[in-house]
């Protein structure tokens, strides 16, 4: 049982996740961790995860629906789109991410990763542009 859902909870979840941010590529929209959670479960029409009792599952969620996306886009993490209030960028787990999967070296800076983050964005709503109908 992942964080505290059954496994079609949490499957529901990966899928709903990856639905709200295909919708969101379009255009570059990004939202932060509390939207993203908001507009999670209105998608999925499951309990919303709260951050502060859910914090945990959170970034293993966003993982898990760039690794679905991965398979329609190996060279795009679009959980890049979930950004920290307290920052306006991504969470330190998506670069870990993005390092893991080779995309982003493993001594980026601060510049590189901004640049990653920007080339990333760009890229999901190229690709989702052209496949509208994938993003509905």
């Known amino acids: 049982m992942p964080y505290n859902r059954d496994d079609l909870e949490w499957g529901e979840l990966i899928r709903a996740g990856y639905r709200v941010l295909k919708r969101r590529a379009v255009g570059g929209e990004m939202l932060t961790y509390s939207k993203f959670t908001e507009e999670l479960a209105a998608e999925s029409e499951l309990p ?3 951050l502060s009792t ?3 599952a959170i970034g293993p969620l966003l993982a898990a629906i760039s690794d679905l996306g991965r ?10 789109l979930v950004y920290s209030k307290g920052t306006s960028s991504p969470g330190k787990g998506f ?3 993005a ?3 080779r995309l982003l070296s493993a001594g980026a800076g601060e510049a590189e990763e901004w640049k ?5 964005i760009a890229g999901l709503d190229d690709h989702y542009s052209k496949n509208t109908s994938s993003s509905r």
């Open 48 to 50: 919303q995860l709260m």
């Open 54 to 56: 859910d914090r945990a």
């Open 71 to 80: 398979q329609e886009h190996p060279d795009l993490l679009i959980s890049v």
């Open 95 to 97: 670069f870990e991410l």
């Open 99 to 101: 390092k893991n999967h």
């Open 116 to 120: 990653f983050v920007k080339a990333q």
